[in-house]
């Protein structure tokens, strides 16, 4: 009994004893030899629940390696369920603090998200599934991060403290597969408290802290080996005297069997980067770009001209080639090109590189409708700008498409290369323009791609300088052109000041290089779009700077007004264009019937967007389709060269005010009054439909405000309507000189509101004063006798002017509010009287006609009932009115 049992004769040890047998259930053990081979293992909740989030944080970040949103969304959602399932184990385990791994997954989560957003490109190439789960999972992520706010905060500032806590899962992974096999009342875990060749004696924690039974030191080394079976009376209990003790065989054994896993999963990478799989290679466009570069010529091999010749041939000839890498080809361009320079085999061998680089970087975009990226962007300019200086500084190379292969000359001068210039810089213009096109053009990429035009026209003038040289009138005209669309644009303060004075006549502005390269144009050019297009680019900058009469009399002599619908959608935008400034231009000089011929096509459409190029409209009848858009979209104009709308629209509403007002007022009762401003109309309708009317907001609102005001001869509160703080700041601060415009319109708004005054009240009078005319509307004496004296030649005032008295006399000669609607009504009856007897005698003429073919008629095709209706119908247009 004393081996079954513990010894010891106090009543006490055997009465625990049997109450550790009654509470805890009893195991029936099998001594066998296979049992190691057969073991139990029993994990805590603790350890399932970390294996669970350790294993969906590995899944995660497999599908972040390969990018697959849609399965990181989903296993993000897994992990989120399975941290709350495992909430109340972290709350009695870490007393509630949130895990260094798992903190370290939510970090490293949120980094890559925000670096895939952030990627503009990228996204656009994503998968429609991808694209949506990622704006999902962004979402997700920033609303379940804010529960860890604080953790992140501190994890982010010292994110390797604690790395030893993270470890923890792993290391429980590791000892779970050592543990002791029983069921869970007998299951202990052996915790290592120090680590090294002298650890410390391990303790056996019960995972049931619950029972109040000690822990037992379990003895390592050499203590372990002198224990002896007969020393049973250090056991307390019965269950104790059975648990299978860790022996230096054993812990032996486990560090063998790590040993080898470790050895095999480094022979298995070993084999894997054997095969050519163990590595990840960077890839673009599909192809894997090598480590190592390419060799371009044999060691042994003597570089000359006819090798350097063959083997740019070769390189070239695999363009467009399917599976050609774009990218391997610019850099084995660009290497063949440092071979040719260090054996400095010719300028003209360096020229003919330096082309095929340059078409190489164009070639690179596989689409053309898409703009080029910065980088090869920048490569660009770079190579265009050395292969124009070394043709500059060497005279004697002859560059031009017509010159053949088999005619090249590359060993002496003078030297001819195949190839255009002038191709490549509109080439590289278009691509410019792309590029402003697909930045915002509110943010700072927008001005920085913006700093890149002055290489463009520096790019420009030195291809000038080259064709200059060459002396071909049809080229030099097309680069012309380039310079002067580069040029036409943009505002010149030194004009103005060389018109005031203020400057050196002899200076050179842009008013003289717009000269020099439209008249040029004007005179050797064959081709009619390039002369349109300079017409136009010309008319525009002498109206931008305010040469009024030199643009009007450009444009009525080209009169390209006939033929512009003829011509391409490019060259119809810049008429449009052209035309906006010009009647801009006249409303500055005051010419506001100008001003209005030369906006109301513009406006009258309510297309002025699209007419522009400045942006799209929704289409109400149809949609647009995919290739329609696409291609609508490639003419716009870029952001810097747009006009304000608003500008445009309020000119031409206050021009349309300051004609119809004094119009209407004139033509009140006249039944044949026709509408000169549709737009401006419609405008003015729609506010008085208005039961209730606000002050004034828009733009729209206070032209209308103040066309009212005019209309009552209220001159003062019309232009308090149009010129305030709020219309200065949309409108008229956009102006060069905005006090000058300003003081014209009040000019012109007191003359007007003087014309509808007369207009309106002049029934009432019998004479006015000329004096008191002119304190109401505060005008010159001299003005208000023009104004008068006009309206009385051009008969819109049946009046006479009395010299002695300065005062108009009224002859009272136009009609009464009766008399006026008396000759409408006669008027409307007449036309009603007139119209009636033309339809009289165009159904009697086909009354007569009808009846000569009548035999015919009834004879060929007549049918039962058929005479009847002829004949009731005869009757009809033969019955007196």
């Not at 096999?181 to 120090?194: N, T, V």
């Not at 030195?462 to 052109?481: A, H, M, T, W």
């Not at 297009?533 to 450009?554: E, G, K, M, P, S």
Request: hydrophobic share 30%; glycine share 4%; aromatic share 8%.
């Amino acid at each position: 009994m004393s081996r079954f049992f513990a010894t010891g004769s106090d009543s006490e040890s055997e009465t625990s004893s049997e109450e550790e047998q009654i509470a805890k259930p009893t195991a029936t053990f099998t001594f066998s030899d296979d049992e190691e081979d057969t073991k139990r293992v029993v994990r805590s909740a603790k350890e399932k629940r970390y294996e669970e989030l350790t294993n969906l944080i590995k899944q995660i970040r497999n599908f972040k390696k390969i990018k697959d949103m849609s399965s990181m969304l989903n296993s993000f959602e897994d992990l989120m369920r399975a941290y709350q399932k495992a909430q109340p184990v972290i709350n009695k385990e870490e007393n509630g603090q949130t895990p260094k791994f798992y903190l370290r997954c939510l970090v490293e989560v949120e980094d890559f998200i925000n670096e895939m957003w952030e990627d503009r490109e990228g996204r656009k190439n994503m998968s429609k599934n991808n694209s949506k789960s990622l704006a999902s999972l962004r979402q997700k992520l920033r609303k379940y991060n804010k529960d860890f706010e604080e953790d992140i905060t501190k994890f982010r500032e010292n994110p390797d403290f604690g790395d030893e806590e993270e470890e923890q899962p792993k290391e429980v992974e590791d000892d779970s597969e050592d543990e002791v096999p029983g069921p869970p009342s007998f299951h202990k875990r052996i915790i290592s408290e120090g680590s090294g060749p002298e650890s410390k004696p391990s303790k056996i924690v019960p995972d049931d802290e619950g029972s109040d039974d000690d822990s037992i030191d379990w003895g390592t080394g050499s203590e372990s080996s002198s224990e002896s079976s007969d020393d049973e009376g250090q056991y307390q209990s019965i269950r104790e005297r059975f648990l299978k003790k860790t022996t230096d065989r054993e812990e032996e054994e486990k560090k063998e069997k790590k040993k080898e896993r470790k050895e095999k999963e480094r022979k298995k990478k070993k084999d894997e980067e054997e095969d050519g799989e163990g590595e990840w290679e960077t890839v673009k466009g599909g192809v894997a770009i090598p480590s190592e570069k390419p060799k371009m010529f044999a060691k042994d091999a003597e570089i000359d001209m006819n090798l350097v010749l063959k083997k740019l041939s070769e390189i070239v000839a695999a363009r467009g080639k399917k599976r050609t890498d774009r990218r391997e080809q610019i850099e084995l361009l660009h290497e063949l090109a440092s071979v040719a320079d260090a054996h400095h085999l010719g300028p003209a061998i360096s020229t003919k590189i330096r082309l095929a680089i340059i078409s190489s970087i164009f070639d690179y975009n596989p689409k053309v409708s898409d703009a080029m990226k910065p980088e090869y962007w920048s490569k660009l300019l770079d190579r265009i700008s050395e292969a124009l200086d070394l043709l500059l500084a060497t005279g004697d190379i002859v560059i031009g498409e017509n010159i053949t292969e088999e005619t090249e000359v590359f060993d002496k001068a003078p030297y001819r290369v195949r190839g255009c210039v002038l191709t490549i810089v509109e080439r590289l213009d278009e691509e410019f323009t792309k590029l402003l096109k697909e930045c915002d053009p509110h943010s700072n990429e927008y001005v920085q791609r913006l700093t890149d035009e002055k290489r463009v026209c520096a790019i420009v003038d030195k291809v000038q300088s080259f064709l200059e040289k060459q002396g071909n009138p049809s080229d030099l005209c097309r680069i012309y052109l380039r310079k002067v669309e580069h040029l036409y644009y943009k505002f010149d303060p030194l004009v103005i000041k060389q018109r005031k004075g203020e400057l050196d006549a002899t200076l050179t502005t842009s008013i003289q290089i717009m000269d020099k390269l439209c008249k040029y144009i004007y005179d050797k050019d064959v081709t009619d779009r390039l002369r349109t297009r300079a017409i136009l680019a010309h008319v525009y900058h002498h109206a931008l700077h305010d040469n009024w009469f030199q643009a009007r009399d450009l444009i009525l002599m080209s009169h390209l007004q006939e033929s512009i619908q003829h011509s391409d959608p490019s060259t119809q935008i810049l008429y449009n264009r052209t035309m906006a400034h010009l009647g801009l231009c006249a409303f500055r000089h005051a010419n506001i019937k100008d001003a209005h011929n030369c906006l109301v096509d513009l406006m009258m459409t309510g297309k002025t967007k699209e007419l522009l190029a400045q942006g799209l409209m929704p289409q109400r009848q149809h949609e647009r389709s995919k290739e329609q858009e696409k291609v609508e979209k490639q003419r716009q104009m870029p952001f810097h060269m747009h006009i304000n709308l608003e500008l445009i629209e309020c000119v031409y509403l206050v021009s349309a005010m300051l004609i119809e007002i004094p119009y209407m007022a004139a033509h009140e009762f006249d039944a044949r009054r026709r509408m000169i401003s549709k737009t401006f109309y419609q405008q003015l309708r729609s506010s008085e439909r208005q039961s209730l009317v606000g002050p004034p907001e828009s733009m729209r609102e206070h032209v209308v405000a103040a066309s009212k005001a005019m209309r009552n001869g209220n001159w003062a509160a019309c232009a308090d309507y149009i010129i305030n703080d709020k219309m200065s700041a949309k409108v008229w601060d956009l102006f060069y000189e905005a006090d000058k415009v300003r003081s014209m319109l009040i000019r012109l708004i007191k003359e007007e509101s003087l014309r509808t005054y007369l207009f309106t009240y002049s029934h009432v009078y019998a004479s006015i004063s000329m004096v008191t005319l002119g304190k109401m509307f505060q005008l010159e004496k001299p003005v208000v006798h023009s104004i008068i004296s006009k309206m009385i030649i051009n008969e819109e005032l049946m009046a006479s002017l009395d010299d002695p008295s300065q005062t108009v006399v009224m002859h009272r000669s136009e009609p009464s509010r009766l008399q006026s609607l008396a000759l409408q009504l006669a008027d409307k009856v007449n036309n009603l009287v007139d119209s009636n007897e033309r339809i009289f005698e165009m159904k009697q003429g086909s009354f007569f006609l009808r009846g000569g073919n009548q035999g015919t008629f009834r004879q060929n095709y007549s049918r039962p009932g058929q005479d009847w209706g002829r004949n009731r119908r005869e009757r009809e247009q033969t019955r007196p009115y």
